[in-house]
């Protein structure tokens, strides 16, 4: 099973910019679905944004389109969150998570099998 390991957390200012990694080690990025969710305490995890491992597309939650890209690198084996003009409301603990389900069941939470640590992310206002 492959290990995820997030960084790139931390507290900015509204408007800032934050870029998240997550190193996977144990198996390749290249062979799975790569998503991002987040959390807030006492909220369910929501999807954030998915690297498919098929084509490599990315899809995005409306409330981070067009402020948020992901990416992955294979030869690095990491995948990427670009998150720009961030808002208060992005404060949470950010996870990304490994799986191989099929395009319909991307942004389902219980269909990945690997999640990282999390890492958290707080913005000021």
């Known amino acids: 099973q492959v290990q995820l390991v997030e960084s790139g957390g931390g507290l900015v200012q509204a408007g800032d910019s934050l870029r998240l990694s997550c190193e996977a080690s144990g198996g390749s990025v290249r062979n799975y679905n790569m998503g991002w969710f987040r959390q807030a305490p006492g909220k369910e995890r929501e999807f954030v944004a998915v690297?498919?491992?098929?084509?490599?597309?990315?899809y995005y939650a409306d409330s981070v389109k067009g402020r948020f890209t992901a990416s992955k690198d294979n030869a690095k084996n990491t995948v990427y969150l670009q998150m720009n003009d961030l808002k208060p409301e992005d404060k949470d603990v950010y996870y990304c998570?490994?799986?191989?389900?099929?395009?319909?069941?991307?942004?389902?939470?219980?269909?990945?099998?690997?999640w990282g640590q999390g890492t958290q992310v707080t913005v000021s206002s």
């Open positions: 998570a490994a799986g191989s389900q099929e395009m319909s069941a991307l942004r389902a939470s219980e269909k990945y099998t690997s």
């Open positions: 690297v498919r491992r098929n084509g490599g597309f990315m």
